[in-house]
């Protein structure tokens, strides 16, 4: 890896557990995450704007598609972060929603190709859904709006949640509005030039920096039991990765 991929990650690695740190003190619903999804759409509109006057780039349909399969993922994910941290000590949830992704893919793999394909780099799956050869930039934005849709018509259901999400927790939503989507296209971009086997586990680095600002920041209890269990899932990832 080099050393430019390296600082993509970890860089990406300590946005995605600062906004998750920024989610667990928010612990809003699904009218939070409608809210800092449209947020996003906002933040991120100048910078598509000009990526598509200056690169002109040709939007494929299965561009779209993979960006809306990503949509549909990412609402139940988001939406079941939130109930997760409304319950639970960022310092558990956390880490438990990064470490589960490797898994759960290395898992799918397995089931689908076979069990020949967990000896080979089931982690070439485990960091991302495909993009369909998307630009990160454009591809994070497509599946930002369709999350916003998605949600739309729970948002205004919930119109007074979403007024008092706004009202309650307006910087911890343009805070993730900002990061999420930033943490995602670093390592998008880093995946453009590094093999996947490489990135997946050094992605991982955030469940340690998570697991840090809850203990530390949160002063969450069990600290030392928890950052072992954290190196244990960093640890997994990377013999995962290197299966």
């Not at 933040?43 to 006057?53: E, F, G, N, R, W």
């Not at 993922?73 to 997760?84: A, E």
């Not at 706004?166 to 911890?172: F, I, M, Q, T």
């Amino acid at each position: 890896m080099t050393l430019l991929a390296l600082a993509l990650v970890l860089a990406a690695a300590f946005l995605h557990a600062t906004w998750n740190l920024l989610a667990k003190r928010a612990q809003g619903a699904a009218e939070f995450v409608w809210l800092f999804a449209t947020l996003t759409l906002v933040a991120y509109a100048p910078a598509v704007v000009a990526y598509l006057l200056i690169a002109h780039p040709v939007v494929r349909g299965v561009q779209v598609l993979f960006a809306a399969v990503s949509s549909v993922i990412h609402v139940g994910y988001f939406v079941t972060l939130q109930r997760g941290y409304r319950a639970g000590d960022l310092s558990l949830v956390y880490p438990l929603a990064r470490g589960s992704g490797p898994a759960l893919a290395a898992l799918c793999c397995c089931v689908w190709r076979g069990a020949e394909a967990c000896t080979s780099r089931a982690s070439t799956t485990s960091a991302t859904t495909r993009t369909g050869d998307s630009p990160p930039l454009l591809y994070s934005y497509l599946s930002e709006a369709g999350r916003a849709l998605l949600l739309a018509p729970v948002a205004w259901r919930g119109r007074g949640a979403v007024a008092a999400a706004w009202r309650e927790s307006r910087g911890a939503a343009w805070g993730i509005a900002v990061l999420s989507p930033l943490a995602y296209i670093l390592v998008l971009t880093a995946m453009t030039f590094t093999p996947i086997s490489l990135v997946a586990p050094a992605r991982e680095i955030s469940i340690l920096v998570g697991t840090l600002m809850g203990t530390r920041l949160l002063a969450e209890g069990q600290g030392s039991r928890r950052l072992v269990g954290a190196l244990g899932m960093v640890a997994g990832v990377a013999l995962l990765a290197l299966a």
